[in-house]
């Protein structure tokens, strides 16, 4: 069982649509959890971080973790064909060191 | 631009050859990682540093791989007698605190 698991896709949505996108993982020691957005060839782009439970939001995108259920999920509001990508979610154990474990991305297409 | 950069964009090579890669992190930060991704999975860790020092190594980091960040500026990664399994994305990050930025990476083809 790999670490961090998240459903490649693709998922298609037509645009204004809510979109989910979830991840779950395995190791309870994970603090702090991010969402990258990939365009294709291109680096990651960090979109947003939690520490811990809880929800946050930041215009038309919330991060929400549920340490209970080791289970995250980004929610996309009014999605727009812009929005076309990958969705990377990743996570580390927070202190010095901070290397990212990431899921394998779900490919997002946003449909006018 | 005040970004991760990256250079070569690309890289293709013959097996057997050397390659190495150069990153500048933001100036800033002094934590600079790589990380390998292959076509359709997600960033895999190499190697990270803090300031000059190399404190971690993946074991997905071979002996062929040699990662350096003289002075804790921009850092290289090199790859010795490459073969047709080191084709991937190879990304930079670099982060002060918890967010990492990354670059947008060399794509190395080894034919």
């Known amino acids: 069982q790999k670490e961090v698991e998240q459903d490649p896709g693709p998922l298609s949505v037509p645009e204004g649509a809510i979109v989910s996108l979830n991840c779950t993982y395995s190791?309870?020691?994970?603090?702090?959890f991010m969402w990258y957005r990939q365009y294709s060839r291109k680096g990651p782009e960090l979109l947003m971080y939690t520490y811990s439970s809880g929800n946050k939001e930041d215009g038309r995108f919330t991060a929400q973790v549920d340490k209970s259920s080791k289970y995250i999920s980004l929610f996309i509001r009014d999605s727009q064909p812009s929005d076309s990508a990958t969705y990377l979610c990743a996570m580390n154990y927070g202190g010095s060191q901070g290397n990212l474990i990431f899921g394998k991305g779900t490919k997002l297409s946003v449909k006018p | 631009d005040t970004g991760v950069s990256q250079d070569p964009r690309h890289k293709i090579t013959k097996r057997g050859q050397n390659v190495t890669f150069r990153c500048d992190p933001i100036?800033?930060?002094?934590?600079l990682y790589w990380y390998r991704q292959t076509l359709g999975q997600g960033p895999e860790f190499l190697t990270y540093?803090?300031?000059?020092?190399?404190?971690?190594k993946s074991r997905l980091l071979s002996d062929r791989f040699s990662a350096e960040r003289p002075k804790g500026s921009f850092s290289t990664l090199e790859i010795q007698r490459t073969e047709q399994g080191d084709s991937a994305m190879y990304l930079c990050?670099?982060?002060?605190?918890?967010?990492?930025?990354f670059g947008q990476g060399t794509r190395l083809t080894v034919v």
């Open positions: 190791n309870s020691a994970f603090q702090y």
């Open positions: 540093f803090q300031n000059e020092a190399q404190l971690e």
């Open positions: 100036s800033e930060h002094n934590r």
């Open positions: 990050a670099s982060s002060s605190r918890i967010e990492a930025f």
